[in-house]
């Protein structure tokens, strides 16, 4: 079973932030928190991670309660090309054995 | 990162065939390789772990017999659906295993 509870949908408006809450209470201390989105019919693909510490790259920003039990990824400025379904994911590096939950489907709206 | 290239994109079959499905890891040497499946509205769902010169590792449930994995080299691994039958229509994806995981396009599979 996945480790991660995520909202099943929200909405955004384009050129806003959109942020997507993920917990993860159970999270063991090698478990980083990977986030993927997945667009309609396609392979997923990878936007960020972290361990504990916050994370930013072209893509997005990843903030990390102090307690790692639950993460937010942030979209700076959504555009529509952002709809997407985003999968939170908690796994340790040994291992690329991905278990999905259900994620949250984004709509970034006009 | 990584560019994995999956073929067919899309494939029909009639009941009762088999299908191949290829994974190409373009420009990394993937000892390790991963399958997932997704039925329509729902999440993916790790069927098995493909190594390269060895057996693949199967998630619980999944028919080792019938979904045929092989991973003869460092930049391919074969996944063939035997005997299909309409419940097998999905969307099969897989991975290659780096810093993070790297997707290919997936491919449909749709057997009438």
């Known amino acids: 079973d996945a480790k991660t509870t995520q909202p099943p949908s929200m909405d955004c408006a384009e050129g806003r932030a959109a942020n997507l809450p993920c917990n993860h209470s159970t999270i063991s201390g090698n478990e980083y928190v990977y986030w993927y989105r997945q667009i309609h019919s396609q392979g997923p693909q990878y936007i960020i991670h972290?361990?504990?510490n916050n994370e930013t790259n072209e893509m997005a920003s990843l903030i990390i309660t102090e307690d790692r039990k639950s993460s937010t990824l942030i979209l700076p400025h959504a555009t529509l090309r952002d709809t997407a379904v985003y999968y939170c994911i908690v796994s340790s590096s040994n291992t690329g054995k991905l278990i999905f939950g259900q994620g949250t489907t984004l709509q970034v709206k006009p | 990162g990584a560019v994995v290239s999956q073929h067919p994109s899309w494939v029909i079959c009639k009941s009762g065939t088999s299908v191949k499905i290829e994974c190409r890891s373009l420009d990394f040497q993937a000892t390790t390789m991963f399958w997932y499946r997704q039925f329509p509205k729902q999440s993916l769902m790790l069927m098995a772990t493909s190594n390269e010169g060895s057996k693949a590792t199967y998630e619980q449930g999944v028919e080792k017999d019938k979904f045929l994995i092989n991973h003869a080299s460092l930049t391919l691994s074969t996944l063939t659906v035997t005997s299909a039958h309409p419940e097998d229509s999905s969307f099969y994806i897989c991975?290659?295993?780096?810093?993070?995981?790297?997707f290919g396009q997936g491919t449909r599979l749709t057997v009438v």
């Open positions: 991975s290659v295993e780096g810093d993070e995981a790297f």
């Open positions: 972290g361990l504990k």
